[in-house]
């Protein structure tokens, strides 16, 4: 018998400690005996039954490898898994908006946006897909520059895929990722009816902070504009998912309560609001490495926004997931495509020919033109021995590929980025606030 690897001990500000096993997502508040038993490994000290609880719950087991080769299995399980395909779509490169630190802008040409031969290539894709898998879910991002500047190519592709999702029991949810700015009563109903379900809307600090950086081409401002928007859609479309994300970074950092405030006094709290740590992992963003917050500090500026978030009322549930792959884009089925119908996993690298892994032919298929793709997706936490040994790994997934390849030119290898520390953070917060 052996103390699980992958148990993490913390404890919060009145010395109240918990016990979190990563693997199993088994959570103990633990009394100061219990403590000095586990640190000094000495599980011979413990009742049968509590060693029996223990072992139920993944923090003493008997084979120290054998939560390492069940997480391998479902770590696969859940990658391969072929029920759901995931699609991000870029629909143009071009934007409404200059915002000054836009990673597409600068190097694309912003007037290319997906044209009907283009879509075409997707929906064949959409349908080769599904006569080789049989996915029972499709999820569809539209994404940009601002998707909706191609309002064009959406209205010609969505009731093409909703046709084909209905008419092969898929259930189809659309998101998007949108300044808001182009919304409209007339395109939202047009696009509702199509499944779209989500709309993601950021604002880059309170007023002043934002209109510094998310301008329209002839320097106009956006926040008023952006409030509007976001008041427009709560009043008229109760249904839809609106998620206010609201990027922080050193700048903006000290006036993000400022933000909240503004929110809740606007009604507009009760919408989704998330946190986006700005990070500079884009290759094209190298520029704003001075206003992004390392790794290490992620963990006190995130329990900070959240103590703000709780302290207007919203409800944060912090206690940690377990993930199988740091994100959906390690996963087999899910892919992003450029405008022209390039293919790439992650849109943090679109546009950069080194992680541009193949094209979508005229018959709906991918040919991988770049064997980096296969560095990609033979990536397996368990085989990676940082990660292997690693306490976080059930609740990482072997960390984000685009911070693996910057670190080591390889996605192959861990990708550290928002766990370590924060883990710790999460489970005080949870504590704290009665969530365990
Ligand atoms: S990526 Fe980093 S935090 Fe995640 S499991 Fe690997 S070593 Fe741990
Ligand atoms: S690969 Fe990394 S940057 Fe890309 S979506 Fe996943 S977590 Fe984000």
Known sequence: MNLSKYNIITENEAGEKILFNSMSGAVFKLNSDYESILKANRILD???SEIDIF????VIVDDSEQQLRQYDYEHNLFKYDDSLLSITWLTTWGCNLECTYCFEGDKKNTKIVSNKSDIDKMLLFIEN????HHFKYLALTLFGGEPMVNYKGIKYSLPKIKEFCDDHEIILGINMVSNGLLLNEKNLNFMIENDLKMIQITLDGPQQLHDQKRIYPNGKSTFNRIIEKLEFLRD????LTICIRINVDKENYPYIEDLLAFLKKRNLLMMTIDFGIIRDEATSCGNISNICYPDEELGKILYSLWLSAAKKGLSMRTVPAKRYTYCGLNREHSYTFSPEMNFYKCWEHLGDE???FGILNERGEIEITNPNYYD????????IYECAECKYLGSCGGG???NSYNQSGTYNSAGCYQVKG???KQLVFSLNNNQI
């Open 46 to 48: 413990l009742s049968d």
């Open 55 to 58: 072992k139920k719950n993944g």
């Open 129 to 132: 897909e599904h006569s080789k």
């Open 236 to 239: 008229n479309f109760p249904l």
């Open 354 to 356: 080194e992680h541009n």
């Open 376 to 383: 990609w997706m033979s990536k397996n936490p368990t085989a």
């Open 400 to 402: 984000c590929s685009v």
């Open 422 to 424: 924060v883990i710790e």
